[in-house]
């Protein structure tokens, strides 16, 4: 075992470098950009190792999916190599797609969301073929290209491929470490309804000397969003805590304060806008209002639902101006803290990072875990090589090279021993 | 007073040019662009006329001030060469600096504001010097370039000029008539209150899987910002509707509906903006959240007052991480309606516009005109060339070249009467 550590210590800088390539590679889905580029460049990194590389085509970007290895038994990974947009670019130290090392850590757009992720899994992998030599089993390798703009469609892939991608078991994208340095494994994550909602109550901009006649796109937004949440943030939505399972119910473990909060769904406001934001003084009343709003679902809301809730909501409270279009939705996922990969994962997090795991039930993030749960009926877990001052989704997004080893060191022990 | 309707008629070609070319100057004050050129071409513009003219040094962008005329009495002209911002961009037909003439109108930023009227009185100066030879008054006139940015530096200049300055009327910048054609002669303006309100709760953007845990500056603003309205448009910060005077009480004549509406005091969103507003998603908590109110203020509200009382109602609700910042204020003003120059004003629109003005004793617009009432102690009223559907601070500002003719015939008959 200290053979494949060792090997993972002596190959970090060529797998940094290797990340550094794969981050400048600007693959932002919510704005369609190099996405066809960053899928390539994924797709050699994986053939580059052996593995059996084909790109499946969906509706939107091509989902990169590699096997290696023989057996009956399959171990299915779970990544993307979509990022985040960069902005707001002026708070970066160094450009978001110019990967930069400083401090024991790697800055770029991506480098841990979920490019980081990835490659930590390849040092894994490489040091399991170099020490070991062969897989008892196969490793199946699924990244897509829409993980940030909610996956539109990968449970319609998963359906039509659910042979090729059936698993014993699954590794999730994301996961590392707690503030305090304690890995983490996790069993769950929240569902996402994300819509925007905007008011048009002008043909175009009008000066404000018209207010005392002139309806306001931008109060009217205002009041149909503070409708939604009070101060205590109790969501106002009817019936929009309908189906939330007590946390008790689901954790072998007692849950501590942090971890049950979680269980709180949320109703977040991602951005607003409306009229005149730049530097200065203008005086009009702006034509149209828009926000986007983020609802982080827990089991068993469903998002669809939560989406009626809200227009019926809005209508109620006179709010038929306002518009909602949902951007992306997801249901809420949770596995079973019972099964074997949830004890394989924490018997390698110890070794690897020195420090028994905590069991986190559900994380407060959001992905596509439900049509894996739900579909192929397999166990999840969840473990990588964050932290929480990662700023993932924000400026200054970095990996640590001491939890990209140790990430890489926890998997490639699980590899081993699966 | 037919050869001061036709002179204006026939020259109007030559003042729609010299109007363009005075147009595609972006005098941005917001932006502090070119103001310096167009306080030079607006300068070169009264000089050709004859003007005794000088740039008068402010703390922030100079006044054009220039005399014409010999004898004891005198009558102000008070008009502006700077501009709005002229975002958004996209929702012009034709670039706001570059002004196209068509459908019988010219289409710019400032082609009616305040640049079209500055040029509808040089066409009616041009006019009477032409017809009659010479003006048995002195003409002043004074063009500021901060009028759109609230006026900073104007009251200290009136302080220090006054004797210059003194006049037995005053001409205000901005006027025309209704959406029937119908010229109004204005007595009054609106005071301005305008703040920028702002919460940080956040040293960064973070992901939004946490929150249910981290503060929202955006939350935070948008029930701060419901709290200062209902949605009867009523005011909700205590004592804000105090020293608002009774419209009955000011006109001698029976204000109509639409008028009496003016007196009701407005508070407007002018702009707002807090995280992600691009396409598609993004899931963040915003680590900032803006926004930018303007108080219009009637007869004897006081900005500073407001200010205060904006600042105590926010404490007292528990907003003190909302941050404000008073960037405009403008007192309301209002002139006697029994002064001489309404009559005049009023009979020479009549003759120019072929139907009886309406006296409108306070305008919804805000201007530093307070400090000419009260400073100068001179009557003002204020007429022009626009029409509501003007477009004045939004895209696809543009004059009607009828109404530019009649704003001037209207102004010759008074310059030849005063």
């Not at 998963?158 to 069993?187: K, M, Q, S, T």
């Not at 469903?302 to 992306?328: M, N, Q, S, Y």
């Not at 069991?359 to 166990?379: D, N, R, T, W, Y």
């Not at 989704?393 to 001491?402: D, F, K, M, T, Y």
């Given at each position: 075992m200290d053979a494949l550590a060792a090997h993972i210590d002596q190959n970090i800088n060529a797998r940094i470098e290797e990340l550094s390539k794969l981050c400048a590679?600007?693959?932002?889905s919510a704005r369609r950009d190099s996405l066809k580029d960053c899928a390539a460049a994924v797709r050699a990194m994986l053939q580059l190792r052996g593995f059996d590389v084909r790109l499946i085509e969906t509706g939107g970007q091509p989902v990169v999916y590699g096997e290696l290895g023989d057996g009956p038994r399959s171990l299915l990974l779970y990544n993307h190599y979509d990022v985040q947009p960069?902005?707001?670019?002026?708070?970066?130290?160094?450009?978001?797609?110019?990967p930069s090392r400083r401090d024991g850590a790697l800055y770029a757009r991506g480098a841990i969301d979920d490019k980081g992720e990835i490659m930590s899994r390849l040092a894994a992998l490489d040091a399991v073929l170099a020490v070991?030599?062969?897989?008892p089993y196969r490793v199946k390798f699924l990244i897509e290209g829409e993980e940030e703009i909610g996956s539109p469609n990968l449970e319609s892939l998963i359906r039509e491929h659910a042979p090729l991608l059936r698993a014993d078991a699954c590794i999730w994208e994301a996961g590392g470490c707690d503030e305090n340095g304690r890995p983490e494994i996790v069993l769950g994550l929240r569902g996402l309804l994300y819509v925007e909602m905007s008011v048009r109550s002008l043909e175009y901009d009008a000066h404000s000397g018209h207010a005392h006649a002139l309806p306001s796109a931008a109060w009217r937004l205002v009041w149909a969003l503070s409708s939604l949440k009070n101060q205590d943030a109790r969501?106002?939505?009817?019936?929009?805590?309908?189906?939330c399972r007590c946390p008790s119910l689901n954790a072998r473990q007692p849950i501590e304060d942090l971890q049950s909060a979680v269980f709180s769904p949320t109703c977040n406001i991602s951005g607003v806008s409306a009229g005149y934001t730049d530097h200065g003084s203008k005086t009009i009343i702006p034509a149209e209002a828009r926000c986007k709003i983020d609802f982080r679902l827990v089991p068993d809301q469903d998002p669809e639902d939560v989406a009626v809730k809200l227009r019926a909501h809005l209508d109620r409270l006179g709010f038929d101006d306002v518009k909602v279009v949902t951007l992306d939705r997801l249901r809420p996922a949770m596995s079973d803290p019972g099964a074997a990969i949830v004890r394989l994962a924490a018997q390698a997090g110890k070794a690897a990072w020195g420090i028994e795991p905590a069991i986190v039930p559900l994380a407060g993030g959001s992905g596509p875990m439900a049509f894996f749960v739900e579909l192929l009926k397999m166990p999840i877990v969840s473990i990588g090589c964050?932290?929480?001052?990662?700023?993932k989704h924000a400026p200054n997004e970095h990996v640590r090279l001491g939890d990209f080893a140790r990430g890489a060191k926890h998997l490639a022990r699980i590899f081993a021993s699966f």
């Amino acid at each position: 075992m200290d053979a494949l550590a060792a090997h993972i210590d002596q190959n970090i800088n060529a797998r940094i470098e290797e990340l550094s390539k794969l981050c400048a590679i600007p693959s932002v889905s919510a704005r369609r950009d190099s996405l066809k580029d960053c899928a390539a460049a994924v797709r050699a990194m994986l053939q580059l190792r052996g593995f059996d590389v084909r790109l499946i085509e969906t509706g939107g970007q091509p989902v990169v999916y590699g096997e290696l290895g023989d057996g009956p038994r399959s171990l299915l990974l779970y990544n993307h190599y979509d990022v985040q947009p960069p902005d707001p670019l002026e708070l970066w130290t160094t450009p978001p797609f110019q990967p930069s090392r400083r401090d024991g850590a790697l800055y770029a757009r991506g480098a841990i969301d979920d490019k980081g992720e990835i490659m930590s899994r390849l040092a894994a992998l490489d040091a399991v073929l170099a020490v070991l030599k062969r897989l008892p089993y196969r490793v199946k390798f699924l990244i897509e290209g829409e993980e940030e703009i909610g996956s539109p469609n990968l449970e319609s892939l998963i359906r039509e491929h659910a042979p090729l991608l059936r698993a014993d078991a699954c590794i999730w994208e994301a996961g590392g470490c707690d503030e305090n340095g304690r890995p983490e494994i996790v069993l769950g994550l929240r569902g996402l309804l994300y819509v925007e909602m905007s008011v048009r109550s002008l043909e175009y901009d009008a000066h404000s000397g018209h207010a005392h006649a002139l309806p306001s796109a931008a109060w009217r937004l205002v009041w149909a969003l503070s409708s939604l949440k009070n101060q205590d943030a109790r969501v106002l939505i009817p019936g929009f805590y309908e189906g939330c399972r007590c946390p008790s119910l689901n954790a072998r473990q007692p849950i501590e304060d942090l971890q049950s909060a979680v269980f709180s769904p949320t109703c977040n406001i991602s951005g607003v806008s409306a009229g005149y934001t730049d530097h200065g003084s203008k005086t009009i009343i702006p034509a149209e209002a828009r926000c986007k709003i983020d609802f982080r679902l827990v089991p068993d809301q469903d998002p669809e639902d939560v989406a009626v809730k809200l227009r019926a909501h809005l209508d109620r409270l006179g709010f038929d101006d306002v518009k909602v279009v949902t951007l992306d939705r997801l249901r809420p996922a949770m596995s079973d803290p019972g099964a074997a990969i949830v004890r394989l994962a924490a018997q390698a997090g110890k070794a690897a990072w020195g420090i028994e795991p905590a069991i986190v039930p559900l994380a407060g993030g959001s992905g596509p875990m439900a049509f894996f749960v739900e579909l192929l009926k397999m166990p999840i877990v969840s473990i990588g090589c964050s932290y929480p001052g990662a700023r993932k989704h924000a400026p200054n997004e970095h990996v640590r090279l001491g939890d990209f080893a140790r990430g890489a060191k926890h998997l490639a022990r699980i590899f081993a021993s699966f």
